[in-house]
T-cell receptor, first 112, second 113 residues
Framework: ETGVTQTPRHLVMGMTNKKSLKCEQHLGHNAMYWYKQSAKKPLELMFVYNFKEQTENNSVPSRFSPECPNSSHLFLHLHTLQPEDSALYLC???????????FGQGTRLTVV | GESVGLHLPTLSVQEGDNSIINCAYSNSASDYFIWYKQESGKGPQFIIDIRSNMDKRQGQRVTVLLNKTVKHLSLQIAATQPGDSAVYFCAELPRSGYNKLIFGAGTRLAVHP
């Protein structure tokens, strides 16, 4: 285990549903990230949080809403998604912005 | 955690042979580079990193080479084993890109017994 835990591992949701992805890191890091990995693109950075403050929103549609209540927890709230949003969503953390990121196992999301 | 569907370049090697996976990075201002391994059903795992003030760094069975002149990074795996079969990604961190790792498309390594 990498010390970054994501739940659920798999999620199927309809386009009108609201769901949330959860990430928890046990590494004492101060930065957390959401990445999207789809079948047609390499890893794409979505959001970055440093010390609970959002420092990066990589032009992500508003149907994805992140929340970082503290340095150990990160959520991604999902609503009115589209089928093309089906992908593997990966959470990561790092000690600071200049070191390696540690990834969770990901949530495989399918939008139907 | 797989990149199924992406038309990834694939490197096929025999068990016991050495593997070399290459990566061309885009930003000449990048000063930190990482290799990740992603096995099926898992998230990317850190393998080895290198900073731009170095040309070579060695780990256990792995070596990373950095050629800043041609913006090229390589990962060498010695005595490749079946457990090394995975997708390998290089990632770069631009000097001005705090927290913004940029990932390459990945290379699939297939190890045959």
């Amino acid at each position: 285990e990498t010390g970054v835990t994501q739940t659920p591992r798999h999620l199927v949701m309809g386009m009108t549903n609201k769901k949330s992805l959860k990430c928890e890191q046990h590494l004492g890091h101060n930065a957390m990230y959401w990445y999207k990995q789809s079948a047609k693109k390499p890893l794409e950075l979505m959001f970055v949080y440093n010390f609970k403050e959002q420092t990066e929103n990589n032009s992500v549609p508003s149907r994805f809403s992140p929340e970082c209540p503290n340095s150990s927890h990160l959520f991604l709230h999902l609503h009115t998604l589209q089928p093309e949003d089906s992908a593997l969503y990966l959470c990561a953390s790092s000690q600071d912005g200049n070191t390696e990121a540690f990834f969770g196992q990901g949530t495989r999301l399918t939008v139907v | 955690g797989e990149s199924v569907g992406l038309h990834l370049p694939t490197l096929s090697v025999q068990e016991g042979d050495n593997s070399i996976i290459n990566c061309a990075y885009s930003n000449s201002a990048s000063d930190y580079f990482i290799w990740y391994k992603q096995e099926s059903g898992k998230g990317p795992q850190f393998i080895i990193d290198i900073r731009s003030n170095m040309d070579k760094r060695q780990g256990q069975r792995v070596t990373v080479l950095l050629n800043k002149t041609v913006k090229h990074l390589s990962l060498q795996i010695a005595a490749t084993q079946p457990g090394d079969s995975a997708v390998y990604f290089c990632a770069e961190l631009p000097r001005s890109g705090y927290n913004k790792l940029i990932f390459g498309a990945g290379t699939r390594l297939a190890v045959h017994p």
